[in-house]
Every structure is written in structure tokens, then in C-alpha cells.
């Protein structure tokens, strides 16, 4: 059974820094495209970042561009997301998703970004 676990949360400044973790149990980590989503209360749940297996590939939504960076570290069975000059609306549950003949998802980290 693979289990993937978010860390890395917190209550940061407008401005401020993150970088969540997602580590996953299980033989699938380098097999899969991983991915990055938030929900915010009342909204849908966004797609934020996605990565391919080996890590060549990246892809980000709009609103993160130029602010999140992700990675992988497929040795240590990690994903990160790299967040910077966090914004008010950048608050929300970050979840991770691996996807690969299944799908399977996180159960969050919280994100809080407030003055």
C-alpha cells in the first residue's frame, strides 16, 4: 500500500518562505508523476505543480509561476515544493498526488499565509 505524507507547513508573512515535503512509502516513487494541488476553503481543489517521473519535466499554474518550484528527490522517495514571495491567496490545504497505474493522495499540509 503506497502512502504519501505531506510536511513543511505553516503560518508565514506575505513575502515569506516555505517549502513543503511530500514523501512517499512504497516501491512506485520512481515510477510516477507527482503533483502538487491546494484547496482553499469554499473553492475547488487547484492543480499547482506537476513533475514528471525522472524530473524533466515541470509544469506550474499560473498564479505560482515564477514564485513555487518543484523538485524530486527519487533517492529519497521526496517531493518538494519550493514556495516564495507567498501571497495572501496562496493560503490553503497543499496536498501531493502520485500518479502512476493508480492514483493516490496525501492527506495535506496546511498553509497559512497571514500578517
Known amino acids: 500500500q503506497v502512502q504519501l505524507v505531506e510536511s513543511g507547513g505553516g503560518l508565514v508573512q506575505p513575502g515569506g518562505s516555505l517549502r513543503l515535503s511530500c514523501t512517499a512509502s512504497g516501491n512506485i516513487f520512481g515510477l510516477a508523476a507527482m503533483a502538487w494541488y491546494r484547496q482553499a476553503p469554499g473553492k475547488e481543489r487547484e492543480l499547482v505543480a506537476v513533475?514528471?517521473?525522472?524530473?524533466?519535466?515541470?509544469n506550474y499554474a499560473d498564479s505560482v509561476k515564477g514564485r513555487f518550484t518543484i523538485s524530486r528527490d527519487n533517492a529519497r522517495n521526496t517531493m518538494y515544493l519550493q514556495m516564495n514571495s507567498l501571497k495572501l491567496e496562496d493560503t490553503a490545504v497543499y496536498l501531493c498526488?502520485?500518479?502512476?497505474?493508480?492514483?493516490?493522495w496525501g492527506q495535506g499540509t496546511q498553509v497559512t499565509v497571514s500578517s
Open positions: 513533475i514528471s517521473p525522472r524530473g524533466g519535466s515541470t
Open positions: 498526488k502520485a500518479v502512476t497505474v493508480q492514483t493516490y
